[in-house]
């Protein structure tokens, strides 16, 4: 005799994904963000106005494929956003505190959510529109790269990446971009690409070249890393995320 009734299980719960991006307008300034391909690791980016003034960007990039960390890159952002409108919005701000506080928040989140040690790179800013200036903080992350009329300097790393130390914080200083200048944050995907036919990797120095080279506009200066990493891979598949954000200012 068969029964009328069937067993079900319940279905799995849907996967979580990050927010897709949609960056805000910042007055007298461009940014922009583009990566190769279909998401297979864990980088990841977001932008949000956090005052009249003050707009936070982020790349951070966690380990272990996409499949296992969805759920990781998902809280970073809902702490990203949440605290980070927070934090900067106090009357009494001060944003190298706000910022160290906001990384510490993120780290914590990344512990706390994880059953096993996901080691994070992140590069945390907030850009000042009225007074252009980006308090940073580095944590463990490729070094951003900055260009004005002097150079392409190296915002290298503050403190140690994320999601590895419960009570690890990251300084973060504040650096001027003037009218024209450039910040280039590139994954470790781009640095570390292989080359076609041989044992090289594109390396950081290239990024610096194109970023010095280029008067373009964020969206294109984006394009065009890519575009150049594409070719020295040739044909070699893809082992890692390849993310570009860039920010320029115009006035």
């Known amino acids: ?4 009734f069937h067993s079900h299980e319940p279905d799995p719960p849907p996967a979580v994904e990050p927010v897709p991006t949609v960056f805000p307008t910042i007055q007298g ?7 190769v391909g279909t998401r297979a690791a864990g980088d990841f980016y977001d932008s949000i106005r956090v005052g ?8 951070l990039n966690v380990a272990a494929r996409r499949e296992e960390n969805r759920l990781i890159l998902a809280t970073a952002q809902r702490i990203f956003r949440q605290s980070g409108a927070e934090l900067f919005s106090k009357p009494d ?15 914590r989140a990344l512990i706390d959510g994880s059953t096993s040690v996901r080691s994070c790179p992140a ?10 200036t980006l308090c940073y903080a580095n944590a463990g992350h490729t070094p951003a790269l900055l260009r004005d009329h002097t150079g392409v300097i190296e915002l290298t790393s503050t403190g140690l990446p994320l999601g590895l130390f419960s009570h690890a914080t990251a300084d973060a200083p504040t650096v001027g971009m003037e009218k024209g200048s450039a910040l280039v944050v590139v994954s470790r995907g781009v640095v570390d690409c292989p080359a076609a036919r041989d044992e090289d990797s594109f390396g950081l120095d290239r990024v610096k070249q194109l970023l ?3 008067t373009s506009s964020a ?5 065009s890393i890519l575009n150049a ?11 890692d995320d390849r993310t570009t954000l860039a920010l320029v200012r115009t006035a």
Not at 1 to 4: A, E, F, G, K, Y
């Open 52 to 59: 009249p003034e003050r707009v936070l960007i982020g790349l």
């Open 212 to 214: 010095q080279e280029s």
């Open 29 to 35: 300034a461009q940014i922009a963000a583009k990566f």
């Open 123 to 132: 590069f945390i800013a907030c850009y000042h529109e009225q007074f252009g």
């Open 229 to 239: 990493v594409n070719t020295f891979a040739g044909e070699a598949p893809l082992r």
């Open 93 to 107: 701000l001060n944003e190298s505190d706000a910022l160290t506080e906001l990384t510490l928040l993120i780290n």
């Open 1 to 4: 005799m068969h029964s009328l």
């Open 219 to 223: 969206q294109d200066l984006c394009t």
